[in-house]
């Protein structure tokens, strides 16, 4: 299969929109991460989907909505609680989980009784939505385990000839995947962190402390592996545990610090390449995974990253860092 590269024109979207509604792959920008695109309605092209990520088949998708009237398309219910985060956060990234119309395919719920839905706040997203005239779902546009897709680069690495087209709308803004909420009850029980944050959500104390018992099936697989180990390293710690591991490696060591961590002192005159120097969690958070694909082609054995505090955007940086470092530690199952 040849994967048509398409612009965001017209013509393009119109393009895209056609072999959408004819049971295509399409990898499309969202304001998080590109997805994967398929009509959601069409079992056969959502079993293609799974085929071309190599995705576990018990890892349920999200929903692409044009707006909220069209959440009902997809969930028998909008709940109160459901209707307040829509109109706080949609368009935005941020998915809703709700209890599923029996219509919706087991292929996109993975046969639970609930189905994750977003509207995303993308141009070209949207576009594709009110052209196709379908609900769409879209998991991440990369490889299973592979870090997610933030340029279209990305996705042509993983995906190149396994879909039938990507459209590119260049680099994705927030650079990770939406907030995962549980919204069928009166308050948000948050599944996958995400560019929602809990301050933003308003979760605090015992919603929060089910965070962690709640998550969504997905966060159970391995994930976001570069070809090449992660080292997370405490905030401001990160020049030396790189010098550290020049040393215990013998080779040259990639290092992504902080800005506001602190100097990046020990580094003259060793193997540290320094890959970056974010200002801040958002800065880190939206390039992350760009980051961490262009270190397997920077001739290094390993990167270093500095942790950041636990808050705001920096929970949603951290999950996907310790799940990065897990993944690739020598003694994870892959
Ligand atoms: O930002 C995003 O969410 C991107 C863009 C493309 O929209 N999509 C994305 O999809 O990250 P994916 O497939 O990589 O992650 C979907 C997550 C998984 O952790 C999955 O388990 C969870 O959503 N999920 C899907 N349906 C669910 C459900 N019914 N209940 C709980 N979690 C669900
Ligand atoms: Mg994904």
Same mark, same amino acid.
């Given at each position: ?20 509604? $004819? ?13 994967? &695109?398929?009509?959601?309605? /069409? ?13 576990? &088949? ?25 209707? /307040?985060?829509?109109?706080?956060? &949609? ?7 709700? *209890? ?49 897709? +933030? ?6 690495? /993983? ?5 039938? $087209? ?44 089910? +965070? ?13 592996? =570069? $070809? ?6 405490? *905030? ?29 002192? =020990?580094? +003259? ?56 470092? /897990?993944? +690739?530690? =020598?003694?994870?199952?892959?």
């Amino acid at each position: 299969m040849t994967t048509l590269r398409l612009t965001s024109s017209h013509d393009d979207l119109a393009r895209a929109a056609e072999i959408l509604c $004819a049971g295509g792959l399409v990898a499309i920008p969202t304001e998080t991460v590109y997805g994967l &695109a398929v009509r959601a309605d /069409d079992a056969d092209a959502v079993a293609r989907l799974y085929v071309a990520k190599d995705r576990p &088949a018990d890892n349920p998708l999200i929903v692409h909505v044009a707006d909220v009237d069209a959440v009902l398309s997809v969930a028998r219910e909008v709940t109160p609680l459901a209707r /307040d985060l829509l109109a706080r956060f &949609a368009p935005g990234p941020l998915t809703l989980v709700l *209890p599923a119309r029996d219509d919706v395919p087991d292929a996109v719920t993975a046969g639970l009784d609930t189905v994750a839905v977003r509207i995303p706040d993308h141009p070209v997203a949207l576009a594709l939505l009110h052209l196709a005239g379908v609900p769409l779902a879209a998991p991440s546009a990369n490889r299973s385990t592979r870090p997610s897709p +933030t340029r279209v680069e990305h996705v042509l690495a /993983d995906l190149d000839g396994r879909i039938d $087209a990507v459209v590119d709308g260049g680099p994705t803004r927030v650079g990770l995947e939406s907030t995962v909420v549980d919204a069928r009850g009166v308050v948000p029980i948050v599944l996958r962190e995400g560019g929602v944050t809990h301050e933003m959500l308003g979760v605090t104390g015992v919603a929060e402390a089910r +965070t962690s018992a709640h998550r969504s099936p997905g966060t159970r697989h391995r994930h976001y592996a =570069p $070809a090449l180990p992660v080292h997370l390293a405490e *905030p401001g710690t990160g020049p030396g545990v790189a010098v550290a591991l020049v040393a215990e490696l013998g080779g040259p060591v990639g290092l992504i610090a902080v800005r506001a961590s602190g100097a990046l002192e =020990p580094l +003259t005159a060793t193997d540290v390449t320094v890959l970056a120097v974010p200002r801040d969690a958002a800065e880190l958070g939206a390039e992350m995974f760009t980051l961490l694909r262009a270190a397997e082609s920077r001739g290094v054995a390993a990167v270093v990253v500095e942790a950041v505090a636990e808050e705001g955007i920096g929970r949603a940086v951290m999950d996907r860092l310790r799940r990065a470092a /897990d993944a +690739t530690a =020598p003694t994870s199952a892959s």
